[in-house]
């Protein structure tokens, strides 16, 4: 196949898993290649790790807020709205908005979550044990970050299973009606809103209270800006741990002697958690727009163009990491780029490393001996990577 005719953007390729062997021949033949689109006006692809991390740090040159994040074009109205959220946003106001939301991701907030977040996945298990079986993807793997987030959120007990539901149609707007989509996100501002002006007037000492009361030059975060907050952490928030969760256990499952590892020595947990995030990362790329014309690699990328860092790629890059194809629990150093890098960098990583550690804590003690149990389904998708069905038992 020639490198002008190589797709790497259709959805349809990722229902059979990440096409790693393209990837792996853009890094050495063309490491900033540009590819056409049938809807689109083209991108340019960036392969190779230490290309990703310039295209994700400079924010000045490659922009997030000039035509969003994904490679397919944005409306009109649509990229207006999205450039409100955080992770659309260029610096200045990126940083201090995100110097403001930080404050309820201090360490001590994220480490106080680890009883709550065991409680959780030990109840998670206690559910299906005596079944035998059960699909992983939406029957362990799935509650756990949502529930978290909905605690850290203090959303109360009686209100959760509506805001649920919101989640989940939040992240199928894509597929629904454009008023359906707009009542969706008016019902779950309306709800955000009543939640922080509740909040201010009751204060606690957690994430949310932690939120409430931030300043930087005595700007608070306004009632509107939570609400954008809560939308991006009900979604992006949850469904990539998830997703971190369920790859990572396929990986194990397919794999027994690197699971027997984590069975016999669970201290490699917190190093394979790193390694299913390089391994199967829940975002396949970063897309940015140029905001000046350059050249990268001998290639002329003009200002407008769009620029995207695929995060699949640099996790594979030969000229970072050894044996870049093979799934080791023990692999250190692990520079991996699946949380990104610079100002995006994910303000909930130190959450997700916890809630995958105790899930896989928990899921590999309790149930020693899950495999298998039948085909599995992917998402089809070409920037969220994950599983639809993972049928197990035990």
């Not at 960036?46 to 000039?66: K, L, N, P």
């Not at 403001?100 to 998670?124: C, D, H, I, N």
């Not at 960098?345 to 899950?370: K, N, Q």
């Amino acid at each position: 196949m020639k490198l002008a005719e190589m797709s790497i953007a259709d959805p349809d390729l990722y229902l059979a898993g990440v096409p790693y062997d393209r990837f792996a021949r853009l890094r050495r033949e063309a490491p900033v290649s540009w590819h056409e689109e049938k809807n689109g006006r083209g991108f340019w692809a960036i392969t190779r790790h230490a290309d990703a991390i310039q295209v994700m740090s400079d924010a000045a040159t490659f922009s997030s807020e000039r035509g969003g994040i994904w490679i397919e074009e944005y409306p009109p109205d649509d990229l207006r709205s999205s450039r409100e959220g955080l992770i659309d946003m260029d610096p200045p106001r990126h940083t201090r908005y995100r110097g403001l939301v930080s404050k309820g991701f201090v360490p001590r907030l994220m480490q106080a979550m680890e009883p709550y977040a065991r409680e959780l996945v030990t109840g998670m298990i206690d559910r299906v044990e005596a079944k035998g079986g059960c699909d992983f993807v939406n029957e362990l793997a799935g509650d756990l970050p949502l529930k978290i987030i909905l605690h850290l959120l203090g959303v109360p007990a009686e209100d959760q299973a509506q805001v649920t539901i919101w989640a989940y149609q939040f992240l199928l707007a894509a597929d629904k009606p454009k008023e359906e989509v707009e009542a969706l996100v008016h019902a779950m501002f309306g709800y955000a809103q009543q939640l922080a002006a509740g909040r201010r007037q009751n204060p606690r000492e957690d994430v949310l209270g932690a939120l409430m009361a931030a300043e930087i030059n005595g700007e608070k975060l306004s009632d509107f800006e939570f609400g954008l907050f809560f939308s991006l952490l009900l979604s992006a928030g949850t469904v990539t741990t998830h997703q971190l969760i369920s790859q990572g256990m396929l990986t194990l499952l397919e794999r027994p002697e690197e699971r027997r590892r984590l069975e016999e020595d669970p201290s490699l947990i917190p190093s394979a958690v790193e390694e299913m995030l390089r391994f199967s990362p829940a975002v396949s790329y970063m897309r940015r727009t140029a905001t000046r014309d350059l050249e990268l690699h001998g290639q002329r990328i003009a200002e407008g163009d769009k620029v995207v860092a695929w995060l699949v790629s640099a996790n594979r890059d030969e000229e970072v990491f050894s044996e870049p194809d093979r799934f080791d629990v023990g692999r250190t150093p692990n520079e991996h780029l699946s949380f990104g890098r610079g100002p995006h960098y994910c303000l909930g990583a130190s959450l997700a490393r916890l809630e995958a550690r105790v899930a896989f804590e928990e899921i590999l003690r309790r149930l020693p001996g899950m495999e298998l149990s039948g085909p599995v389904t992917r998402l089809h998708s070409n920037w969220l990577l994950g599983l639809a069905q993972l049928p197990v038992r035990w």
